[in-house]
Each structure stands twice: as structure tokens, then as C-alpha cells.
């Protein structure tokens, strides 16, 4: 993608939804990181089906010990992999509580610290919860980066890299959003939507498809 491309190519995504909000429903920073930990490898709407049963009974990592590795087990067990997770968030509230006082850290090193937290955890983390400008490289975002031209790279870890260098700083925040609603909805893996593409303009990607 063309350096001059890169403005109006966010300033598009931007007009068009202004504010953009994870999918993942949660209403402290705890809740964000235990659904962000729980949606690896599993769809926003699943988890959010889950949380919505686990939440009302244990939103806190204290909440969440009291109900035991069985108890939390059994309000997840929809979730894929949710053996491992459960096991994960247990041990990761553990630590929350023996270390931190039972608050979510602010730093990239102690969240990735945390059982089942890795480095883009520790992004959305960072940046929904705190507003930090990071970049959460999920397969979308890797896709969109590659395809779009934007950010190539061959890991996530080097696409995130360039995104950090060229996103501009206006838009640094909210980016990931944009970035993920895009290949959610419009730049899908199979079948690009070029044809409905309020950027396809500024896009790499060719041959556009047409319907």
C-alpha cells in the first residue's frame, strides 16, 4: 500500500464507525482479560455465551478461586479447549490475587506473565482496557495487513511491527478494531468482499473480486 494511501484509508474505516468497540462483552478490565483469555481459538459470540453464565456468578479473580477448577469448568465447557482454559484462568487468578492485589496490571511484562496471556492478549488488554496505541494481531489482522498491503510480514509479530510504524497516530488506538471488523466481516479469508470495500480503493489486493 502506497504511503499516501495509508490516511485515507483509516480516515474511511474511521468515518464509518467512529467509535469502534470490541465484540467480547465485558464490563471491568478483569472480565476483558478472562473473555480475551477464554476467545483463543473460539469465536467472540461463543465466549460471550459463556460469560454470559459465568459473570453474574464470578467476575472477580477471588470470585472465580471460590468457584473452583470444577465450577468454572462446567460455566465454560462450550468454549473449545476449555479444559486448558479453565486451568489457565484458575492459575492466572491466583497470581492476580497473590501479586497484585487482585487487580489487572498495566504492564506489558506482568500481563504476559499470566498463564494463557500472551503477547496479543496483552494488547487487547493494554489497549481496550487502557487505551494504549497497541496493535492485538489475530489471524484477521495478520490477513488484512498481508492482503491489503498495508503491513506485510510473515509472522504476527512483524505484521504488528510495521502496523506500529505505519498507522498514523490519529487513528493508533482504535486501529485493531477497524482492522479486525474488516477482515471479520468484509475481507474474509475464502472470498474477499472487494465489491462491498469502502477501502478497496487504496487496497493491493488483486484482482478485486466482483461479487
Same mark, same amino acid.
Given at each position: 500500500?502506497?504511503?499516501?494511501?495509508?490516511?485515507?484509508?483509516?480516515?474511511?474505516?474511521?468515518?464509518?464507525?467512529?467509535?469502534?468497540?470490541?465484540?467480547?462483552?465485558?464490563?471491568?478490565?478483569?472480565?476483558?482479560?478472562?473473555?480475551?483469555?477464554? @476467545?483463543?481459538?473460539? +469465536?467472540?459470540?461463543?465466549?460471550?455465551?459463556?460469560?454470559?453464565?459465568?459473570?453474574?456468578?464470578?467476575?472477580?479473580?477471588?470470585?472465580?478461586?471460590?468457584?473452583?477448577?470444577?465450577?468454572?469448568?462446567?460455566?465454560?465447557?462450550?468454549?473449545?479447549?476449555?479444559?486448558?482454559? /479453565?486451568?489457565?484462568?484458575?492459575? +492466572?487468578?491466583?497470581?492476580? *490475587?497473590?501479586?497484585?492485589?487482585?487487580?489487572?496490571?498495566? @504492564?506489558?511484562? /506482568?500481563?504476559? $506473565?499470566?498463564?494463557? *496471556?500472551?503477547?496479543?492478549? /496483552?494488547?487487547? *488488554?493494554?489497549?481496550?482496557?487502557?487505551?494504549?496505541?497497541?496493535? /492485538?494481531?489475530?489471524?484477521?489482522?495478520?490477513?488484512?495487513?498481508?492482503? +491489503?498491503?498495508?503491513?506485510?510480514?510473515?509472522?504476527?509479530?512483524?505484521?504488528?511491527?510495521?502496523?506500529?510504524?505505519?498507522?498514523?497516530? $490519529?487513528?493508533?488506538?482504535? @486501529?485493531?478494531?477497524?482492522?479486525?471488523?474488516?477482515?471479520?466481516? *468484509?475481507?474474509? $479469508?475464502?472470498?474477499?468482499?472487494?465489491?462491498?470495500?469502502?477501502?478497496?480503493?487504496?487496497?493491493?489486493?488483486?484482482?478485486?473480486?466482483?461479487?
Amino acid at each position: 500500500m502506497k504511503r499516501e494511501y495509508i490516511e485515507p484509508f483509516f480516515a474511511t474505516l474511521a468515518a464509518a464507525n467512529p467509535h469502534p468497540q470490541s465484540e467480547l462483552e465485558y464490563t471491568t478490565v478483569f472480565e476483558l482479560l478472562a473473555a480475551v483469555l477464554l @476467545s483463543a481459538q473460539a +469465536t467472540d459470540v461463543g465466549v460471550n455465551k459463556a460469560t454470559r453464565k459465568l459473570f453474574p456468578v464470578a467476575n472477580t479473580p477471588q470470585a472465580i478461586l471460590a468457584l473452583g477448577l470444577e465450577g468454572l469448568e462446567a460455566h465454560i465447557k462450550t468454549i473449545g479447549l476449555f479444559r486448558s482454559k /479453565a486451568k489457565h484462568l484458575m492459575e +492466572t487468578c491466583r497470581i492476580l *490475587v497473590e501479586r497484585h492485589g487482585g487487580e489487572v496490571p498495566r @504492564s506489558r511484562e /506482568a500481563l504476559e $506473565a499470566l498463564p494463557g *496471556v500472551g503477547r496479543k492478549t /496483552a494488547n487487547v *488488554v493494554l489497549n481496550v482496557a487502557f487505551g494504549e496505541p497497541t496493535m /492485538a494481531v489475530d489471524t484477521h489482522i495478520f490477513r488484512v495487513g498481508n492482503r +491489503t498491503g498495508l503491513a506485510p510480514g510473515k509472522t504476527p509479530l512483524a505484521v504488528e511491527l510495521q502496523l506500529m510504524k505505519r498507522v498514523p497516530a $490519529a487513528y493508533a488506538v482504535d @486501529s485493531h478494531h477497524w482492522l479486525i471488523l474488516l477482515g471479520r466481516y *468484509v475481507c474474509l $479469508a475464502r472470498k474477499p468482499q472487494c465489491h462491498r470495500c469502502s477501502v478497496a480503493a487504496y487496497c493491493d489486493f488483486k484482482p478485486k473480486t466482483t461479487g
